[in-house]
């Protein structure tokens, strides 16, 4: 007679013991599958909710840190204010050649916000280097061009008190998404996870080049095809993005290309493994 089974019957309690050990937990746990989306909501809220009593800060500050929020500003620098109420900033390090928005936000010696200054709209041309430049004194509604790399920002704020730089991208997608990636909290736990995931999968397409299973495909049946039309897909990506046409990256799409068609035939052999 099998362990589960008794004559007349299981009691309702040991039939539910029993159905959670068939599939692999104890008897108290609630199986992930059966959660409503409202219910994972409400684990995340008392993730955040006890973390901010834990820590004895408040909910804002627990999901700023959490998420290692703002993701659409970066702080550049910071300097004290003169007593005189004037206060000067060098950018560094040097810019890359774009279109850059920067703000001054005034805070006092308990690091509370006092207020913000207009902000100052900039313009990088390629090929300016690192230098000593006339600082721009006051906001601008248009982008200055600059002659330098690391420009200098000035001002008048409340003497006594600091200033921080920021510089602001909340309309570029693409520095926002690179702001993200690079965020700790929550998204350093998933990158680390990415990461992971990435080099089991590049190991497994080494097996499958070694061909360590009946399994693995046969790499070279059609691969001057499948190159072919690597080549033709980075010609279309390279179409498609003019910032990346410079000589190397250029040469690192191609390479990147070539490597994905080659082994596509082993990708599903890797996700199946």
């Given at each position: 007679m099998a362990a589960d089974k008794i004559p007349g019957g299981q009691p309702p309690a040991l039939e539910s013991a029993i159905s959670a050990r068939r599939r692999g937990r104890t008897g108290l746990a609630i199986s992930w599958e059966h959660i409503p989306w409202w219910g994972v909501i409400i684990l995340l809220v008392g993730v955040v909710v006890g973390f901010s009593v834990l820590t004895s800060t408040q909910y804002l500050d627990a999901i700023y840190f959490i998420f290692d929020l703002p993701w659409n500003r970066d702080a550049v620098g910071k300097t004290?204010?003169?007593?005189?109420?004037?206060?000067?900033?060098?950018?560094?390090?040097?810019?890359?050649?774009?279109?850059?928005?920067?703000?001054?936000?005034?805070?006092?010696?308990t690091n509370q916000s006092l207020g913000r200054s207009e902000a100052y709209r900039i313009e990088v041309p390629a090929g300016v280097e690192a230098a000593e430049a006339e600082p721009l004194t006051a906001p601008s509604e248009t982008p200055v061009r600059v002659q330098t790399s690391t420009p200098t920002l000035s001002?008048?704020?409340?003497?006594?008190?600091?200033?921080?730089?920021?510089?602001?991208?909340?309309?570029?997608?693409?520095?926002?998404?690179?702001?993200?990636?690079?965020?700790?909290?929550?998204?350093?736990?998933?990158?680390?996870?990415?990461i992971s995931f990435a080099a089991a999968l590049i190991l497994g397409?080494?097996?499958?080049l070694m061909r360590v299973s009946s399994g693995s495909p046969d790499l070279s049946i059609h691969a001057g095809r499948r190159l072919l039309i690597g080549v033709v897909l980075a010609a279309l990506v390279l179409a498609f993005v003019p910032a990346w046409r410079t000589l190397n990256a250029a040469l690192l799409t191609l390479f990147i290309t070539e490597a994905i068609m080659f082994l596509l035939p082993a990708m599903p052999y890797t996700f199946s493994t």
């Open positions: 004290k204010i003169e007593a005189d109420g004037t206060w000067s900033l060098t950018i560094k390090p040097p810019l890359e050649p774009g279109t850059y928005t920067f703000f001054a936000e005034y805070v006092d010696k001002g008048v704020a409340p003497a006594g008190n600091t200033v921080v730089l920021y510089d602001d991208f909340s309309g570029n997608i693409g520095r926002i998404a690179k702001r993200i990636w690079r965020a700790n909290g929550v998204f350093l736990t998933i990158r680390v996870t990415l397409l080494i097996f499958g």
